[in-house]
């Protein structure tokens, strides 16, 4: 709040502004918008400036500090992205943190999904709980209750995985090796 008793948000002029900067329309339901705020980084104590969205649709979100509510974009890069109950398509970041939100694709230094959902996800340190993904590849994983089709990486936790990439190869050794046997069988069958 300001000395006049106005709180943060921006006028609809000052979030058009700040919509050009994040380089997308600004689409959604009513009260949606595109904010100037302080917002704590992911892993860090002190509060610092941001872009928020509530509500909105974006095409291209740049900036140093992202957090994203109920809202949806195609591509953020930033240095920290927060997003509680969003999506995006991609995400190129330093730190993450997901609370009930979804990404295609994923990557960071550092990330925190929380019943959260992800197709890709690239990070050096990862931290998921009750989340799902698709494909991970981390050097360090911290997992509870988290379902994972192929995993690469160190993981310390409950995770389960359907294809390490161990198992992969396995799988595509025998995949490749019945359908060596199956051509086979098919040329006798058809030559008679």
Same mark, same amino acid.
């Given at each position: *709040?300001?000395?006049?008793?106005? =709180?943060?948000a921006?006028?609809?002029?000052?979030d058009?502004?700040v919509? &050009?900067?994040?380089?997308? !329309?600004?689409t959604? $339901?009513?009260?949606?918008?595109?904010?100037?705020?302080?917002?704590?980084?992911?892993?860090?104590? /002190?509060? %610092?400036? $941001?872009?928020?969205?509530?509500?909105? &649709? #974006?095409s291209d @979100?740049?900036?140093?500090?992202?957090? #994203? =509510?109920?809202?949806g974009?195609e591509r953020?890069?930033?240095?920290s @992205?927060? *997003? /509680?109950?969003?999506?995006?398509?991609?995400?190129d970041?330093?730190?993450?943190?997901?609370n009930? !939100?979804?990404v295609?694709? +994923?990557?960071?230094d !550092?990330?925190? +999904?929380?019943? !959260? %959902?992800?197709?890709?996800? @690239?990070?050096?340190d990862? %931290?998921l709980?009750?989340?799902?993904?698709?494909? #991970?590849?981390? &050097?360090?994983t911290? $997992?509870?209750?988290?379902?994972?089709? #192929?995993?690469s990486?160190?993981?310390?936790?409950? *995770?389960? %995985?359907?294809?390490t990439?161990?198992?992969?190869a396995?799988?595509?050794a025998?995949?490749?090796?019945? $359908? @060596?046997?199956?051509?086979l069988?098919?040329?006798?069958?058809t030559?008679?």
């Open positions: *709040m300001d000395n006049q008793g106005r =709180d943060d921006t006028t609809p002029q000052d058009r502004v919509a &050009e900067r994040a380089a997308g !329309s600004v959604g $339901a009513k009260g949606a918008g595109i904010r100037r705020a302080f917002a704590r980084i992911p892993g860090g104590a /002190e509060a %610092t400036q $941001a872009t928020e969205v509530t509500q909105a &649709e #974006l @979100v740049r900036g140093e500090t992202v957090v #994203l =509510d109920r809202s974009a953020i890069e930033a240095q @992205v927060t *997003m /509680e109950r969003s999506g995006a398509q991609t995400i970041a330093g730190a993450v943190q997901m009930r !939100s979804g295609v694709a +994923l990557g960071s !550092s990330s925190v +999904l929380q019943h !959260s %959902t992800a197709v890709q996800v @690239v990070a050096e990862v %931290t709980t009750d989340s799902k993904v698709v494909w #991970l590849l981390s &050097e360090r911290n $997992a509870t209750n988290v379902a994972a089709i #192929l995993f990486g160190a993981v310390d936790g409950d *995770m389960r %995985t359907v294809f990439p161990k198992s992969a396995v799988f595509g025998a995949c490749g090796a019945a $359908a @060596v046997v199956l051509q069988a098919i040329r006798r069958f030559r008679r």
